[in-house]
């Protein structure tokens, strides 16, 4: 089964650019998944198949994926944008699923 | 838009059966494009995978838990439910049921706590 490994933490001043890293072997021949959780929410999709925003997601939030590291990128980064932030991949060898460990992004 | 909705008690004794129901509206569980999956998040911490089930019946578990867990699906009330048998309290966590697309959780349910505990 895949290992999926975060930062624990990210901090960034607003405006600026954040970068959330998921390490994996390989893990660029998959399909990374990306979500967002506040405090007390469930999690929501963010970013599917590496790099594409479900509806309603803004253009902040994107994704890249190649060789041993997806990266989720958040971009002119708001107050708003503090919260836990989680990779996830499918192995279609095993149909088991895998999250990486969670990043907690802090807007400083 | 599917909506999911989880159920049951929030407190199990240690050493018992935690049992939970995730209830599917806004489209059939038969769907041949979903699986359904249970997620976990014990306080403070991460997500963790415990399953899934396809509406057919075959099922995945977390290797960890697979001596622990059943997730059974009842397509006649488009639900599917998760036992965890021998609970402690290591089991307490927020129960999260989710539909499984192509690789990706894009609808969840609210959350429920499970909390064990004499």
């Known amino acids: 089964s895949s290992v999926l490994t975060q930062p624990p933490s990210v901090s960034v001043a607003p405006g600026k650019t954040a970068r959330i890293t998921c390490g994996g072997n390989?893990?660029?021949?998959?399909?990374v998944h990306w979500y967002q959780q506040k405090p007390g929410q469930a999690p929501v999709l963010l970013i599917s198949?590496?790099?594409d925003r479900p509806s309603g997601i803004p253009e902040r939030f994107s994704g890249s994926n190649s060789g041993n590291t997806a990266t989720l990128t958040i971009s002119r980064v708001e107050a708003g944008d503090e919260a836990d932030y989680y990779c996830?991949?499918?192995?279609?060898?095993?149909?088991?699923?895998?999250f990486g460990g969670g990043t907690k992004l802090t807007v400083l | 838009q599917k909506q999911l909705q989880e159920s049951g008690p929030g407190l199990v004794k240690p050493s018992e059966t935690l049992s939970l129901t995730c209830t599917v509206s806004?489209?059939?569980?038969?769907?041949?494009?979903?699986?359904w999956g249970w997620i976990r998040q014990p306080p403070g911490k991460g997500l963790e995978w415990i399953g899934s089930?396809?509406?057919?019946?075959?099922?995945y578990y977390n290797p960890s838990l697979k001596s622990r867990v059943t997730i059974s699906v009842d397509t006649s009330k488009n639900q599917f439910s998760l036992t965890l048998s021998s609970v402690t309290g290591a089991d307490t966590a927020v129960y999260y049921c989710?539909?499984?697309?192509?690789?990706?959780?894009?609808?969840w349910g609210p959350g429920t706590l499970v909390t064990v505990s004499s």
């Open positions: 198949y590496d790099s």
């Open positions: 089930i396809y509406y057919s019946g075959s099922t």
């Open positions: 996830q991949v499918w192995d279609n060898i095993s149909d088991h699923v895998v």
């Open positions: 390989n893990i660029g021949s998959k399909s």
């Open positions: 989710a539909s499984l697309f192509s690789g990706h959780y894009r609808y």
């Open positions: 806004g489209g059939s569980i038969s769907s041949s494009s979903y699986y």
